[in-house]
C-alpha cells in the first residue's frame, strides 16, 4: 500500500481535528467555538485536497491563510482573555501556516522536477 500524501499534509488534518475538538477543553461557548470548529474543518477539508491531489497548489495555499486566520483569532473574536483558547489558537495557526509554507515548497519542487501534474 503506497502511503499518499505528504508529511505536512497529515500535520494539517491534525491541526484541523485538534482546532475543531479544542472547544471541549477550552470551555468556549457562542461564536468563538462556532468559528475555531469551522475553521478547523475547512483545515481538515484544505489537507484532504492537499493529500488526494499532491499538485494543487491552492489548497497548501489555503491552508496557510487558514492558520493565519486562526492566528489572528483570538483577537478577532475577542477571547484572549480565555488564555487556553487564545493559545490554542495561536499555536494551531502557527502550526498550519508552517504546513501550509512546507506543503508549497514541496509542491513547487515536485512541479518544478517533473513538469505539470497530469490531468
Known amino acids: 500500500m ?11 488534518v491534525a491541526t484541523g481535528v485538534l482546532l475543531s475538538v479544542s472547544w471541549i477543553w477550552d470551555a468556549m461557548i457562542g461564536p468563538p467555538r462556532a468559528a475555531m470548529f469551522i475553521l478547523g474543518l475547512l483545515i481538515v477539508l484544505a489537507a484532504t485536497m492537499a493529500i488526494t491531489r499532491p499538485g494543487l497548489m491552492a489548497s497548501e495555499a489555503f491552508i496557510f491563510a487558514l492558520g493565519a486566520l486562526v492566528f489572528v483569532l483570538p483577537w478577532l473574536m475577542a477571547f484572549t482573555a480565555n ?30 522536477r517533473h513538469g505539470p501534474v497530469p490531468h
Open 2 to 12: 503506497e502511503n499518499k500524501g505528504r508529511a505536512a499534509d497529515w500535520v494539517a
Open 83 to 112: 488564555p487556553a483558547a487564545a493559545w490554542t489558537s495561536w499555536i494551531l495557526g502557527v502550526v498550519a501556516m508552517a504546513a501550509g509554507v512546507v506543503g508549497s515548497l514541496q509542491t513547487a519542487g515536485m512541479t518544478h
